[in-house]
């Protein structure tokens, strides 16, 4: 993701340009500031020196915070130096359970209830003396929870509220289960992003033998939700798509939530001797996906490529593995907007999709109050990386 061609960062910053990666994040967040820390570094304008771009270059924009926690389990948020006048920029990511906390004495992993109340924390720290709070939260809070069925909570959009109630600006989150819940919000920013732009440049690279064309490649959706996405990826490459529906019985409730798939159907066309790149938002127990991999394999489809922005495996990666060795797919990729158990980064079939350098240049426009359309849709880009790749140039 190039910004060399830019010109936004010629306009005035909204303010002193704050980063504050919670603890869930901080890996992400340094990556991210390490990239603002280069690019303005580098830029040499007539402005740069002037008192409006006070502090404009900086060794380091992430501003130093923690939680703390009492032996009871509750905490509260602490920033370690002033923000007043500050541009902020808090990341989170609820899905990290790989961080405890002490509760009477009991080791207690962190659900995303404790990432969102901290995140409250260091927005309430902030006093309201920052210009801006922005929150960028990968995968949003409760966003499976977007609507009702029956007497039901809506904690997506009850999470919302509470934020812009507490004076965030913009939420920037990645590939929202429902888009829909910005109308939660309608007076207030909540921008969802597709990784569609990264996924094409690291299948490309990692699968050199891929041709782009309808003859030897199709997208498939593994559920009707998700075919805005499939038919996004798919119109830019010019090749067909194919998807699959959930048959349920509708007669049977399983844990209180939801029924029970008892087939995946598909639509499409004829996949045999054709590489598949699945496409979807989340990987949760792994059951669907996995399914529909060997259901495309009995097709006699030819090379199987998963990508999902989120990764959370939660019934572990056993199945994966087997799925792997049965011939099912050849690559799975996720994005590292959310916690990569080390592994699964060993893992021979995993790549990981490293959205760093985009969610900087996110926050460096945004800085500037200039506009993102351009970062939303991508689908310049990505013809660029396709010419590159058809011309056999290093992608």
Known sequence: MSQTNENYFETLPVGRLGIIPLESCMPLGRKADNYLVQWRQKRDFQHKSTLM????????????SSVPRFGS?????????SVRGDDLYILVDVCNYSLTY???GHKNHMSPDDHFQDLKRIIAAAGGKARRVNVIMPFLYESRQHKRSGRESLDCALSLQELVSMGVETIIT?????PRVQNAIPLNGLETIQPAYQFIKNILRNAPEIKIDSDHLMIISPNESGMSRAIYIANNLGVDMGMFYKCRDYSTIINGRRNPIVAHEFLGTNVANKDMLIIDDIISSGDSIIEIANLLKKQKARNLYICCTFGLFTDG???????????????????????QT?????????????????????????????????????????????????????I
Request: proline share 4%; aromatic share 12%.
């Open 317 to 339: 990666l056993d199945k994966f593995d087997k799925a792997y060795k049965m011939g099912y797919f050849t690559k799975l990729m996720t994005t590292n907007l959310v916690y």
């Open 73 to 81: 389990g509750e905490a509260k948020g602490c920033i370690n130096e």
């Open 342 to 394: 080390p592994e699964l980064l060993a893992k021979p079939y995993y790549i990981s999709c490293d959205m760093s350098k985009y969610i900087a240049l996110i926050i460096d426009t945004l800085n500037h109050d200039a506009s993102i359309t351009n970062l939303l849709d991508p689908a310049e880009k990505i013809q660029k990386i396709l010419k590159k790749n058809h011309n056999h140039e290093k």
């Open 174 to 178: 990645f590939d929202a289960h429902d």
């Open 53 to 64: 771009f006070d502090g404009y270059t900086r060794d380091s924009y992430i501003i130093p």
């Open 102 to 104: 002490s509760l009477f």
